[in-house]
């Protein structure tokens, strides 16, 4: 056994995502005696960021919601030093690209001139806006209240056309919750437009890999131990892959594996992305693409480095591009994709990397009821993830800080 690691603790968190992070800080708030154990050789679960040639490439897609609660209770956004996506996005339709120009706040929705008629119908406009006031303005019991179906089946009841709903509402979405069906629970689907209407959509000056740094940041480094994965867990035990045994009053597993037999495997959708640089941006401006010709091939690209300069070295650019599904296409393929949703040769960008994560996020099919699983399993082990609530930041967040909650008071009972 490592030395730093001790032999016994109260609480044992295997897994140092952002499930387990925002554990630890509650743990760690409580004065409970807690280490927290991680396979990797760094913190944060999926949300990372890598430095190549120059370029910061998070793994994945993923950004930020200033209206997630439990992110602004953990962190300082104002310290992150958050670089902004404008409201709203640009759909690709044959030779135009439609301005979808979203506030998203209660009730305000607005498209450029002529974008009903080729994006929907007016119709569509009013109909979109007034479900988007609603998922706003409702508070969350309400909207979790409401009976549940697919979000594809809430999409088409709000009265939604076939039209609208294939050219910007599933392309948008399936980026989001990395699922084309839009299979995934209308609850869900509530809670997170919820979050888009009333926040809005940024990325750190640095990369992902600011959020799990700056939530890991209060805790004290010495109970945090990288690079210790764990082979088992039983009541009152941790056993390492070494061999090593801590024992301890609370176990708390942090991660969607197979340690826990009550909590089954969750079904996890895939996510690709393709990362270019170029020497000139196809877009000079922080807004997600959308690709409304239906051609399912690319859910979504955006020129990262005019969301945060700092993505891209100085005088080049960056481009991040969404593929949805684990049959991800050859690059080749999205190159062509990008060179007519960005309306612009791209033969002389550079391939940096694909990053491909066939366990992007959890899949919520319904039911999923209030959104938030049973995180004590009894005998003192517990469960923690974006599995239990949301598939989200905000859903690993919160799973975290409710575990953390259930272990506080099971212990201080018993």
């Keep these: 056994m490592p030395a730093s690691l001790p032999a016994s603790a109260d609480v044992v968190i295997v897994g140092g995502g952002l499930a387990g992070l925002a554990a630890a800080r509650r743990l760690d708030r409580a004065g409970l005696d807690w280490v927290l154990l991680e396979s990797a050789d760094r913190l944060g679960g999926r949300v990372a960021t890598d430095l190549v040639d120059g370029y910061r490439l998070d793994r994945g897609f993923q950004v930020l919601n200033t209206a997630y609660p439990r992110l602004a209770a953990l962190v300082d956004l104002e310290a992150l030093d958050l670089c902004f996506f404008t409201p709203g996005v640009l759909v690709r339709r044959g030779a135009d690209l439609v301005r979808l120009a979203a506030s998203l706040r209660p009730g305000v929705l607005g498209a450029s001139l002529g974008a009903a008629s080729r994006l929907g119908s007016r119709l569509d406009l009013v109909r979109f806006a007034a479900l988007v006031a609603r998922y706003a303005s409702l508070p969350p019991s309400r909207l979790l209240d409401a009976p549940e179906t697919t979000a594809e089946a809430a999409l088409r009841h709000a009265g939604l056309s076939h039209d609208f709903i294939e050219e910007l509402v599933r392309p948008f979405l399936s980026g989001v919750f990395a699922d084309r069906s839009l299979e995934t629970s209308s609850h869900v689907l509530a809670m997170i437009v919820r979050s888009f209407a009333r926040g809005r959509i940024a990325v750190p000056t640095t990369g992902m890999a600011a959020l799990p ?79 409304g010709d239906r051609r399912e091939i690319v859910a979504s690209t955006v020129v990262m480095s005019a969301v945060a300069p700092a993505y891209a070295p100085a005088g080049q650019s960056l481009m991040a591009t969404s593929v949805v599904g684990p049959a991800a296409p050859p690059e080749p393929v999205v190159r062509a994709e990008l060179a007519r949703l960005y309306g612009r040769p791209v033969a002389d960008w550079t391939h940096l990397t694909t990053v491909s994560i066939p366990a992007a996020l959890p899949a919520a099919p319904p039911p999923q009821g209030r959104l938030r699983l049973p995180v ?22 919160a799973s975290g800080w409710r575990a953390a909650g259930a272990i506080v008071h099971a212990l201080r009972a018993g």
Excluded at 239 to 248: E, M, S, Y
Excluded at 279 to 288: F, G, S
Excluded at 380 to 393: E, M, N, T, V
């Design 213 to 291: 740094a700056a939530v890991a940041a209060p805790l004290p480094a010495g109970r945090l131990h990288l690079s210790a994965p764990v082979e088992a867990v039983a009541p009152g035990t941790v056993t390492l892959a070494d061999g090593a045994v801590v024992r301890c009053r609370a176990v708390l597993v942090a991660a969607a594996t197979t340690l826990l037999p009550a909590v089954p495997m969750p079904r996890m959708h895939s996510l690709t992305t393709y990362y270019h640089g170029s020497d000139q941006p196809p877009l000079d401006e922080p807004t997600l693409l959308l690709d």
């Design 376 to 397: 004590s399993l009894g005998e003192g082990l517990f469960a923690a993830g974006d599995h239990r609530d949301s598939p989200s930041i905000q859903g690993a967040l």
